[in-house]
């Protein structure tokens, strides 16, 4: 299993504005994962951060609007950009391959 | 595309008495996965299911994977109050090496 940290844990943002959001893995790991979670529905997978590589990106996700680093094996950041109230969600990256996934715990992002 | 069905998308159930969530695959899965998100918190992986008409067992919770690898379910006898969440089936297709499929989730709700 992996333990997985994320900063920050809630924020509230303004409109127009960007906020980046940091995930930590206590071991390396290739592949690591993040998804939106909007209140009472599934998961939405947003890219996928290889490091060394960049992020490949989901359908109805663009980079512009979701830029992704991975400059190390444990190490990855979401920022989203230019905030609408739309992007009020709950964000969560995690990490493993098909067998199982580990999530960190979230970002809670309130867009005002 | 490809989609995984899930239902029901609520259950009240009594304390005591029985849960059950299915899921329903638009293709093929090399597996499926269960995951329990408490409220408030992140997706906590369950369990791996490989083997077509595979049956898995933890403790009060039972776990299947249809005969043609398309669907699955889980059952829980004697529902407790720490049972309470939301319930998600991830299934990776056949032609996917990691990008998984994910269902609504199933809400578990005990009644008062």
């Known amino acids: 299993s992996a333990v997985i940290s994320q900063k920050p844990s809630r924020d509230i943002c303004q409109r127009g504005t960007s906020l980046t959001i940091q995930c930590q893995v206590d071991s390396q790991v290739t592949m690591m994962f993040w998804y939106r979670q909007q209140p009472g529905q599934s998961l939405t997978l947003i890219a996928t951060?290889?490091?060394?590589?960049?992020?490949?990106?989901e359908s109805g996700f663009v980079i512009d609007k979701f830029p992704i680093s991975r400059p190390n094996l444990t190490f990855s950041t979401l920022t989203v950009s230019n905030m609408s109230p739309e992007d009020s969600s709950i964000y969560l990256c995690?990490?493993?391959?098909?067998?199982?996934?580990?999530f960190g715990p979230g970002t809670r992002l309130t867009v005002t | 595309g490809q989609q995984v069905m899930q239902i029901p998308q609520y259950q009240h159930v009594q304390e005591g008495e029985d849960f059950t969530t299915y899921c329903n695959s638009s293709t093929t899965l090399s597996n499926i996965q269960w995951y329990k998100q408490r409220p408030g918190g992140h997706p906590v992986f369950l369990i791996q299911?490989?083997?077509s008409g595979e049956v898995k067992k933890q403790k009060r919770l039972t776990f299947q994977f249809g005969e043609a690898k398309k669907n699955s379910s889980l059952h829980i006898t004697a529902t407790q109050t720490t049972d309470v969440g939301t319930y998600f089936c991830?299934?990776?297709?056949?032609?996917?090496?990691?990008?998984?499929?994910w269902g609504a989730g199933t809400k578990l709700i005990i009644k008062p």
């Open positions: 951060a290889n490091q060394g590589s960049e992020a490949t990106y």
């Open positions: 995690s990490v493993g391959q098909a067998r199982e996934q580990y």
């Open positions: 299911l490989v083997k």
């Open positions: 991830a299934g990776l297709p056949r032609d996917s090496n990691y990008q998984l499929i």
